[in-house]
């Protein structure tokens, strides 16, 4: 049978698609997933993915990109490690770290930062599979890779990620192999880097700008390198393309030219080169950079005809060089770096000549003076890209670019820096002008000039001319001719290259011949004329650079080819004047054979050469043996040749000097003229133009120099010059800055002689030393001020020599020498350059030799502890002691314990106090930091035991050095000096610190434990260390990816345990000195033990109970300790700390403890449940208080309150209700804070006592006593009451706050302001409209929710105006994944104990609490309406039931209503907008209590109009029509019929013989109505206009008709005093209707809402307006069950729509016509008790109920709040609300309806939303879709299963984009 295989090769691999899993024993697997495999079987791998290696599962081998990888290990610890440079795997890493944090800046709609770092992941992906391809060259490479380095970084910076770390190669570096102060140098680097690198990023130009700067900075010259790609130009003829740089300020070329030869047929000559024509223009330097301007141009020279007209009939001349025209282009931006684009090809437009005399120097300048040229689409292509280095520089690090093929046009001149190996004997020679007589001519000559070299013999020199880069050299050069022009301006330079040995015998010759265009003639044209000028002078120099003008002579044409002939001649004018003839007189001299023309050309030289020299003194010195008398001149002249002379000479010149001096060695003559020489020449090289010269200085003493005796001389003179320093201070301070050279001179000398001679005289060299380290010590010993300088310099350049003495002086004596040196520095002064001078000596060889460093260490120590202590020159100080303990931690330098111990002996302590006093702001800090880091990691643990040891018998000074270390370590863990993304920096100093911190703790216990010893501060101290230690931010593992944690895990360990167990067992150390530490201890314990690490919290919550243990053992209680945690308790958990795991730790644990204890039993377990509870509650508050909902915030915060109010910690309390006030005035909540603060003010008292530090816990108040800040936080809470417009509370703060005033603290200013603030209140109270805010009942069931609501129900004050359904949308937001319930009833517990989240909402009524000094009384209602709905605890909600069968002919007499009565724990308003509900009652009304109660609110609400009209004969008349119209109308005459046929009947009567009374007293109220309507209409008839009055009389008709019927039937009742009702201030009840109905108090108000109160919220007490009464129900009706009402809401509201449509109409008829009419009504299929459950239909104008009797029948009408939302609201729509502002109450007319007319059916209002009904669906199917069961598992076997199916293939090739995507692959 065929099994898994163990896999060999295939080890590794990447998945390429994804891959779902199908079954149990398979692996998922997403596209980028790594995989270790372990098994194959056709097709199929086994493995894991290497991000999660406990999961193994098989997958299809065809998903699976394979890698090569190195296999570690085998069997169980197999390990891969893929084959990749470590660089590609950091990418691979950070592009995974980065991702998830991509995938969340996507999630938190972070567009800028998304797009920021896509941008960094794609460049990084790019570039990662551009160095895996292998194809790079070495140079590219390396580029990529700083590119990849360097974006990484950027990178994490950007995402504040960790610092990365990297040697020079960018490896990552290695905190255990590297020194603390080489990882804080690193990290600094890196710091400056980034920010660099952050900076480029921001701005593009910049970019360009820091990378060329950071590029060209490392190098002094720098190459533009040009391609040239077309020349597109119609020519006709072979051409010359010459281009080079110019500088158009100084009109002059600045470069050679590099000449392509283009062909007539328009391709390069040299078909090879077609795409290869590339020039490197080198060696530009910074002073190029500041030109003004650089252009680049071409000159295009024709070679052919004469003129381009000429037709080809005539024989014509060929060869000819004639000016075609320029391209001209200004490079400055490239030059300087401002455009850098390699592959951009730039246009150079071309400008042909005007004119055959247009000379092209001429156009040039034209062209650029112009501002654009018409070139008619002639021009050249070109690219152009800045390359930094020299020629030797660029060819290696741009390989691709410029090879040995490329042309190189040199500068013109020397480059700035001349670099050694540079060998040149160029000379440039510019033809620049001439002027030629026309002769025997017509016209003006054709002048061509050749140039060409001829030695003295006559010989020509074969290809010396070099027209330009890119071409051979030539023999001949011929000029460009200018048609018949007689001053020719020609300006072409060559470049003529001589072998040196030539040139002395070489000179360069120029004929002028004229040249016809027809051949024939121009064959017969000889030369004309002949100039010459010679390369050397009659002095041995070279032609001086400059202009010459040349002497033109004539004569035969074979005499001028004869060099013997003129040669002796005069050259130049300048020449002739010197040889005394006189250029004046006769135009024509006889010089023998030649005659001087009078014809003038001028030429123009520049000599670059190494070997040729133009200086005189300099030649005079090279050959100083030729004249010896001139020698002492000629070593003075030498200081001042020019250094580009002397150095070209370097090595001749030193040769020359030593041969001086050797060949002089008996006397001393030219000793100091030499050693001065040499001191001039060694500072020449010193300077950056010669810089380079140096390792040529070098290799000149190590191969070239010979003299063994010159350590004699130059020992000597220097000795000399030392001793009379004050004389020879300028001469020895340049001395001094060449020591270094001087004695690597001195000590060769001495090594030369030591191989010749054996060692002879090594006595008296060592004596020359130390004689003149003597001669030092004296000088700096001297109190001379003129010797300042050069004692600067002698510190400075001194240390530069030990590396070479050394070599043949004994080390150890020159470290004592140098000791005696550094202390004769005078005190106080140089102090830098002292300590400069000790650096130095630190970077020496010397100081890496134990001897030596047994010597110059203790000098080094006590100089820094000199200057530290005195705050000296800290910086250097610094680097002092770094560099010192660099050193001390290399491997390669000998043993080092006894230095580590002087410096921690000595410095230590210091260090210490120079860390302490130096502040967070200073640049230093972090290198001190570091230092001191640095000497703790080099310490052993005897060195720990040593430094106790030498503090000696005094104990003080050991308590003073702990305790300063103890401080400052907590100082700098608390406020840690490095920038928390330097991880590995902080990580060290935490490893190195905590080890110190153990060793210092063995001292403690060793020391200070004992009885005797013992030392509360410093063990105080230790412990407040070790916890900050613990807790500091950079140890909090959890807070940190899963990478960093495990990398940070790997190489450090949780060291919070390492330290945390070392705490408790310091603790359990201390036995009886415990108490001492209780109650301080118990906060820094408690920080600790909230660390989230399970191990580490079981060790140490224990010391809580040892702590109550200890505190009960001497005070038998732990009163101190329970106070102490409670107040830290709740400033860690608010600060982020503790979750639940703590609180069931700290509970288990601790009861454990206390059970078994036995005196703790109880009193613990008690502490123990008081801090769990507390635990609940703040780790509650802490979840909330980052909610977006501030109201979930308040209640947790008042959750937190009330339990400290409960556990009597005031100050814990105040604290809170003062975040509970500012989350209220955030929300503008200024009611609900006013309670807030009265809470703290009611804990004060007036009175004199002092105000206790936790009473004024706000800065805002300046109170001494109580009684202040009693009246300051009254003043502000009627402040807070008068935003609110609760000016009734404010009014009775303001009674007690004037009591105060006027009888207690006689302030008479203030209480006549605040008599002043009450009046505007009780204006404020009759004049101002206060909306009124509705009520909601919030039920939260599920599990979902936190623990302070679940299961709960409160009643939440809405916002003004606000309707149901916004605060239900603001409850929603809150609770976006919550369900919202569609029934009122209370669920199941199945809901209650679900894991999901439930709201239940609906609107309930307050019920009016009356204060007892308004009952009975007439009060005015804007007085009333304040208590409807302010002062509230109970709420009503109202729902019907039916009860028994369903009567068709009697819908009310089986409708009961269900009313439940909530009652909250504290009243609305409060501290809060809502409070939850403490206790529900539910009560049944009968149909017949529901009738009462529904007609005793008609005749109130009638009542209450009458009432207004009568105070207030400016009221509008229309409410009152309508209300009146409403109740007259014969329709339905006067509403009570239903009542009549429901109630009123035989059969009712014997069925309910106990309703007796209440049937009478329903009859009684429906004949009190008679009166109420008598007094209205009146009212209405003396109030009503012209244009109504026919409406009244309509009413009058109605009414009478109704009072009949009703006398007749019940009564007649009369108001007893007419007049009485105009009586505002009567002393009868306001409502007549009191006298037999219920007290307001008791009676249950008839409220049929099934799921809303509207949202303009009806007041509920007797008498009120707020009520309006239903229309009565028509004579067919039939009642569907609650559950079939539920069901049918939907189609209901189909119909609705349609009702809608016309209800508009009607409303206009209405509106025109106010008329009576006869009302049809539909049939409708429910009974409407309210309309909230009312869906279909149309409500009657609330004012037209009656309650009628007839037979034995009883319907129910009951009043309901308009506006609800689940049935049609009343007729009016909402616009109509109008009314109730103006009549200035709080009067209703949503519900005033108008009669119906007959033909119309009556209007539908328009809905708000759909009908809420559903909020009665007590069973509705909550279906939620089905998920299909899981399929039924696999088998399972030990071994991996065999597939049982064959692979899938793999997904379609997808376009990268799509494989992205593609988040599956479809089985």
């Known amino acids: 049978m065929t099994r898994w295989v163990p896999t060999k090769k295939e080890k590794y691999g990447v998945a390429i698609y994804n891959y779902d899993a199908r079954g149990e024993e398979e692996l998922s697997l997403q596209i980028g997933d790594t995989a270790h495999i372990l098994e194959t079987y056709e097709g199929w791998y086994r493995g894991y993915r290497i991000r999660r290696k406990s999961k193994k599962g098989i997958f299809p081998a065809c998903y699976i990109h394979l890698k090569d990888a190195t296999v570690e290990g085998n069997g169980q610890k197999e390990t891969v490690i893929p084959n990749e440079l470590p660089l590609v795997q950091e990418v691979t890493t950070i592009l995974r770290e980065w991702a998830s944090i991509w995938r969340e800046l996507y999630v938190g709609d972070k567009r800028e930062m998304f797009n920021t770092v896509r941008d960094l992941i794609y460049d990084l992906i790019e570039w990662r599979s551009q160095i895996l391809s292998g194809t790079l060259p070495q140079d590219e490479l390396q580029e ?220 040039i300048n034209k062209v650029i003076a112009a501002k654009e040229v018409n070139h008619k689409g002639q021009g050249l292509w070109v690219t152009l890209k800045l390359l930094p280095g020299d020629i030797h520089q660029i060819r290696k690090d741009f390989p691709h670019l410029v090879d040995r093929s490329t042309a190189v046009p040199r500068k013109m001149g020397f480059p700035e820096i001349i670099m050694p190996g540079d060998v040149r004997n160029d000379i440039y020679v510019t033809l620049v002008q001439g002027d030629f007589e026309k002769g025997s001519k017509t016209t003006q000559k054709n002048v061509e000039v050749t140039m060409s070299v001829y030695d003295e013999d006559g010989k020509r020199l074969e290809n010396v001319i070099f027209p330009g880069a890119g071409d051979e050299g030539i023999s001949e050069y011929k000029s460009v001719i200018y048609y018949q022009v007689k001053q020719p301006r020609w300006f072409e330079t060559v470049k003529v290259a001589i072998p040196i040995e030539d040139v002395n015998r070489s000179h360069l010759r120029f004929t002028f011949r004229h040249r016809s265009s027809q051949d024939s003639k121009d064959k017969s044209e000889k030369i004309f004329a002949l100039a010459f000028v010679k390369l050397m002078r009659y002095d041995g120099t070279t032609l001086r650079d400059g202009e010459h003008d040349l002497i033109v002579y004539k004569a035969e044409t074979k005499k001028l080819e004869d060099s013997s002939i003129y040669l002796n001649l005069p050259a130049t004018k300048l020449e002739l004047e010197e040889k005394g003839y006189a250029s004046t007189g006769k135009s024509m001299q006889n010089l023998g054979s030649c005659t001087i023309s009078r014809d003038s050309f001028q030429i123009s030289t520049l000599v670059c050469s190494t070997k040729l020299t133009q200086n005189v003194d300099l030649l005079g010195l090279l050959k100083w043996r030729s004249n010896t008398s001139l020698l002492q001149q000629n070593l003075r002249q030498l200081m001042k040749v020019d250094g580009g002379e002397v150095v070209k000479f370097l090595q001749d010149t030193l040769d020359a000097l030593f041969n001086i001096m050797m060949e002089n060695s008996d006397s001393d003559t030219f000793d100091t003229l030499v050693f001065d020489a040499l001191v001039f020449i060694i500072g020449l090289i010193a300077d950056r133009k010669f810089q380079h010269f140096n390792p040529v200085l070098e290799t000149y003493i190590r191969k070239h120099f010979s003299a063994t005796l010159a350590y004699t001389k130059l020992t000597t003179v220097l000795k000399n010059y030392v001793d009379n320093a004050e004389k020879l201070t300028e001469q020895l301070f340049r001395a001094m800055k060449a020591l270094e050279y001087i004695f690597k001179f001195i000590v060769r000398s001495r090594v030369l002689f030591n191989q010749l001679y054996e060692n002879k005289g090594e006595v008296d060299f060592m004596e020359s030393l130390r004689d003149l380290f003597k001669s030092f010590n004296d000088m700096m010993n001297s109190n001379s001020e003129n010797t300042v300088m050069v004692k600067g310099a002698a510190l400075k350049y001194l240390p530069t020599i030990v590396n070479d003495v050394k070599l043949v002086f004994d080390p150890k004596e020159l470290s004592k020498l140098f000791t005696e040196f550094i202390l004769k520095v005078p005190q106080g002064r140089l102090l830098r350059q002292k300590l400069h001078c000790l650096i130095d000596i630190v970077h020496s060889d010397l100081f890496t030799q134990h001897d030596c460093r047994d010597i110059l260490l203790p000098l080094m120590t006590e100089q820094l502890k000199l200057h530290l202590e005195n705050q000296e020159e800290l910086e250097a100080c610094c680097q002092l002691l770094s560099n010192i303990l660099e050193v001390l931690y290399r491997k390669d ?93 902080n990580m060290m100093q935490n490893k190195v610190f905590l080890r110190a911190i153990n060793q210092y703790a063995a001292v403690l216990n060793k020391k200070f434990l004992d009885q005797t010893n013992f030392e509360l501060q410093l063990w105080n101290n230790y412990f407040h260390l070790a916890v900050a230690f613990l807790t500091q931010e950079s140890l909090q593992l959890e807070n940190f990816s899963s990478d960093k944690r495990a990398k940070i895990f790997q190489k450090y360990q949780d060291m919070r345990r390492t330290i945390g167990f070392e705490i408790r067992d310091m603790w359990y150390n201390l036995g009886p000195h415990k108490i001492k530490l209780i109650p301080e201890m118990v906060g820094p314990m408690l920080e600790m033990t909230l660390v989230p690490e399970i191990e580490l919290r079981k060790a140490t919550i224990p010391i809580f109970f040892d702590m109550m243990q200890c505190e009960f053992h001497y005070t038998r209680s732990f009163q101190r300790f329970e106070n102490e945690i409670i107040t830290k308790l709740d400033h860690e958990v608010e600060g982020g700390r503790g979750d639940e795991q703590y609180k069931v730790l700290f509970d288990k644990i601790l009861l454990e403890h206390c059970r078994k204890h036995k005196y703790l039993a109880k009193s613990g377990e008690n502490f123990v449940t008081l801090v769990v509870r507390l635990m609940e509650r703040l780790l509650d508050y802490r979840t909330i208080m980052h909610d977006e909902s501030k109201e979930n915030r308040m209640s947790c915060t008042v959750n937190v309150l009330n339990f400290y109010k409960e556990i009597e910690r005031e100050e814990m309390y105040i604290r809170y209700l003062y975040k509970l006030c500012d989350l209220h005035k955030e929300c503008d909540n200024y009611t609900e804070a006013a309670y807030t ?189 304040f208590y409807t709905i302010n002062e509230v605890q109970k709420f009503q909600y109202s729902r019907p039931i039916r009860k028994g069968e369903k009567d068709p002919d009697n819908e009310f007499s089986n409708m009961w209503i269900e009313r439940t ?158 007049s009485a009702v105009d009586e505002r201030r009567g002393c009868r009840p306001r409502s007549m209707v009191r006298s037999f109905t219920m007290p307001s108090s008791q009676r249950p108000l008839s409220v049929a809402s099934v799921s809303s109160i509207s949202s303009d919220n009806s007041p509920s007490r007797p008498g009120s307006d707020g009520f309006a009464l239903e229309p009565l129900l028509p004579k067919k009706q039939h009642f569907k069950s609650q559950d079939k009402l539920d069901k049918d809401d939907l189609d209901k509201e189909k119909k609705d729509k349609k009702k809608e449509k016309r209800n508009s109409k009607h409303q206009e008829v209405f509106d025109k016509e106010f008329k009576a009419a006869e009302i049809s009504l539909q049939p409708t299929e429910a009974v409407i008790l309210s309309e909230t459950i009312s869906p279909l239909r149309p409500q009657r104008p609330k004012s037209q109920v009656l309650s009628v009797m007839t037979g034995d029948r009883r319907f129910s009408v009951s009043p309901s709040p308009p506006s609800a939302t689940s049935g049609p609201p009343p007729i009016t729509s909402r616009a109509r609300m109008a009314f109730s502002l103006q009549i200035g109450s709080s009067m209703e007319l949503n519900g005033m309806g108008c009669p119906e007319r007959t033909d119309i059916p009556p209007p539908l209002p328009i809905k708000s939303n759909t009908g809420d009904y559903g909020n009665l669906m007590d069973n509705q199917d909550l279906t939620t879709p089905a998920t299909p069961p899981p399929p039924p598992p696999h088998q399972r076997h030990l071994p991996p299963p065999l597939p049982s199916k064959t692979p899938p293939p793999p997904p379609p090739k997808a376009t990268r984009k799509q494989t992205l995507i593609d988040s599956g692959i479809v089985q």
């Open 1461 to 1618: 009565t909530y009652v909250i724990a504290y009243k609305l308003p409060g501290i809060l907008r809502w409070f939850e509900v403490v206790s529900v009652s539910m009560v049944e009304i009968s149909p017949l209590e529901n009738a009462i109660e529904t007609m005793q609110l008609t005749n109130e609400k009638i009542n209450n109009v009458v009432q207004r009209h009568l105070n207030d004969p400016n009221l509008p008349i229309n409410p009152l029509s309508m209300l009146l119209n409403g109740i007259v109308d014969p329709a339905v005459m006067g509403g009570f019929t239903n009542y009549e046929k429901a109630f009123f009947t035989g059969k009712y009567m014997q069925e309910h013989p106990e309703d007796q009374d209440k049937i009478e007293k329903l009859k009684d109220l429906i004949a009190w109505q008679i009166p109420f309507l008598a007094e209205g209409i009146r009212i209405h008839g003396e109030k009503v206009t012209e244009a109504l009055r026919p409406f009244h009389e309509r009413l009058e008709a109605c009414f009478k008709q109704l009072r009949e019927k009703v006398e007749k039937q019940y009564g007649v009742k009369a108001l007893q005093q007419p």
């Open 144 to 363: 990529l890779k700083q590119k990849v380095t360097s974006k990484i970084d950027y990178g994490n910076k950007y995402l504040d990620l960790d610092l990365v770390v990297r040697d020079e190669d960018g490896n990552i570096l290695d905190p255990e192999q590297t020194s603390t102060i080489s990882l804080f140098l690193a990290h600094e680097t890196a710091s400056k880097q980034i920010e660099e690198r952050i900076q480029e990023e921001q701005s593009q130009k910049q970019n360009i700008d820091l990378n060329r700067q950071a590029k060209f900075a490392s190098t002094p010259s720098f190459a533009l390198f040009v391609t040239l790609k077309n020349v597109v130009c119609k020519i006709g003829e072979d051409a010359e393309v010459l281009m080079s740089l110019y500088d158009p300020v100084e009109s002059k070329f600045i470069s050679e030219n590099y000449l392509v030869r283009w062909s007539s047929s328009g391709l390069p000559k040299d078909i090879d080169r077609l795409n290869n024509l590339r020039a490197v223009f080198t060696d530009l330097g910074s002073k190029d950079l500041k030109r003004e301007k650089i252009s680049f141009v071409c000159q295009i020279v024709r070679v052919g005809r004469m003129e381009l007209r000429d037709n080809n009939t005539r024989k014509l001349t060929f060869g000819l060089r004639r000016p075609f025209g320029v391209a001209v282009m200004d490079v400055s931006d490239i030059i300087t770096g401002k455009v850098d684009d390699e592959d951009k090809q730039h246009f150079i437009p071309f400008q042909p000549v005007a004119g055959e005399s247009d000379f092209l120097q001429t156009v």
């Open 1237 to 1425: 603060l009265l809470l703290h003010a009611k804990l004060l008292k007036w009175s004199e006592e002092a105000c206790a530090a936790h009473l004024t816990q706000r800065d805002g108040y300046q109170a001494c006593t109580q009684g202040q800040l009693k009246d300051q936080l009254y003043q502000e809470i009627i402040n807070y009451f008068d935003k609110g417009k609760m000016w009734e509370e404010a009014i009775s703060l303001g009674k007690e706050l004037t009591e105060q005033y006027e009888n207690e603290m006689f302030d008479y200013e203030q209480l006549s302001d605040l008599l002043r603030k009450q009046a505007h209140f009780y204006e404020s109270i009759v004049k101002v409209i206060r909306p009124k805010p509705d009520y909601f009942a919030v039920g939260y069931y599920g599990q979902g929710f936190p623990s302070f609501m679940r299961n709960k129900i409160f009643i939440y004050r809405g916002k003004e105006y606000e309707r149901r359904e916004d605060f239900e949308a603001r409850l929603l937001t809150q609770f976006p994944n919550a369900d919202k319930m569609k029934t009122t009833t209370s669920p199941g517990d199945d809901i209650k104990n679900s894991p999901g989240q439930y709201i239940q909402c609906f609107t309930v009524k307050p019920i009016l609490e009356l204060p007892p000094k308004f009952q009975s009384k007439p009060v005015s209602e804007q007085i009333l309406s």
């Open 893 to 985: 330098v000998g043993p080092t314990q006894r230095h580590v111990q002087i410096i921690m002996e000595k410095l230590l302590r210091t260090v210490n106090r120079t860390v302490i006093s130096m502040g967070r702001d200073s640049e230093l800090i972090g290198s001190f930091v570091a230092s001191m880091t640095a000497i703790l990691r080099q310490m052993e643990d005897y060195h720990y035991a040593h430094l106790i040891n030498t503090f000696g018998k005094m104990r003080s000074d050991v308590v003073d050095f702990l305790m300063e270390t103890f401080i400052m370590f907590k100082d700098l863990i608390g406020k840690n000096v490095y920038p928390a993304d330097w991880v590995i920096m």
